[in-house]
């Protein structure tokens, strides 16, 4: 057998250029308003499970170009679309910064506060909501101000690894004829883990970013302290590994995934979720090759058997850096209209029941009485890896399709940089699943998004 080309050296895809970090610690106030669960029995934080925290990840080409800004925070999200919208535009005009080159995520724990710029007047520790809010816009600010004063040469490269903490959670109930939301233990669920390592020249890491698509709903109503959940002891137990260096969340695309053990009060259970997402994301980070590094074939050794001989040698990830902020036109249900929801939550006296209504009527607001919606959307071209994010609470096929298309480029896939309604399949649109009837999107949402996003991603896989 005769060899005509040597082996292609091992090179984790990524982005090389200037690189900055800045962090914040943005642990909410006891007693602020942090009722997510509508069978939850208090609606305040009566303490802290871990801290919280804003992180920012500056990406430039060199120091005259304009960056892309990435910022993740632990939060459950906005709890409406309008406050999302003003908060952003109110950080791009700060920032100085176009709609494509910023995309705000969080990690969606669903025992954070609301974030919202006009809390509902009843809300027990709601007049700690706005000044929380406000504190979160400054932390932003002074995070990526400080990413980008101290931004330093480096590269940031991906690689993929596995994680089986996320299970599938639309389950047929056994005692009634309907679905509910919980751990399925006969249905398949995406594990892939995607790694990031924000490293100097000289091999200090400068961050790490891990995306992995699983609802951090560990603690639920028995809970009564504002926690990270699961993030919390996954960010932690990755940094005491890797110098302190700030570790990233990015919330992937989770719509029908959540931890196979939830809905508890018990923090260690949520610690030992954690635990899980840390150790295998270590895992992945000790199977990379050094920054700045590929492992190129170098030809044979004669031994005892021909020796195949592979070597670390200098290599320079590309320099592209793309960000485009692409809304899709998605269609909205006929849902009742506003005046008619705002009676229905009026009347309404049980607690979980008014709590979806108000969720609703939220929606509404903000949705209009259009039959269409815009739903924000970005793609980032960074080197050789990709960045699509989406508003919405996106099911899983969306980056499932997206890496099958492109099976040789890392695509981090983000939710919830709005959380404005689920995504799901078309096909689920013919059950009574929680995530169906929450969304305000039509059936056809998210292969609409999902066909848009490759429309944009497809060009950009050929430049440079």
Known sequence: MTGTTHPRPLAHPGFRGLIGVGREDITPPVGIYCRCWGAASTDVAEGVHRPFTLTALTLRRDADAPPLVLIEMDSIGWGHIGAEQRFRRRL????????????FGVSHAHSTPWLTDRPDPT??????????????????VTSVEH???????????????????ATNRDLPDPDADRWVCGYHPDAPADDTLLVGRAATDDGEILCTLVNYACHPTTLAWQNRLASPDFVGMMRETVQRQTGGAPCLFLQGAAGEYAPRHQYVGDTEIADQNGRQIGYAALAVLNDMVRPGHALTYDGVVESGAPLAVWKLQSHDAPTALVGRHCPVTVGLKDWPKLAELEEQYAGETDRALKERLRRKLALRRDLGDDATFPMAAWVWKLGEAFVVAVMAEAYSDLQRRLRAEFPRVPIVCINLINASGYLPPADAYDTDLYQVWQTPYARGGLERVIEQILHHIAPLTVSK
Do not use: I, K
Not at 147 to 165: D, K
């Open 123 to 140: 809300w027990a520790g709601g007049e700690l909501v706005g000044p929380y809010v406000e504190h979160v816009f400054s932390s932003a």
């Open 147 to 165: 990413a980008l004063n101290t931004s330093a040469p480096g590269e940031l490269v991906w690689h993929t690894g596995t994680c089986r903490l």
């Open 92 to 103: 791009l005009d700060r920032l100085g910064l176009q709609p494509g080159q910023l995309v």
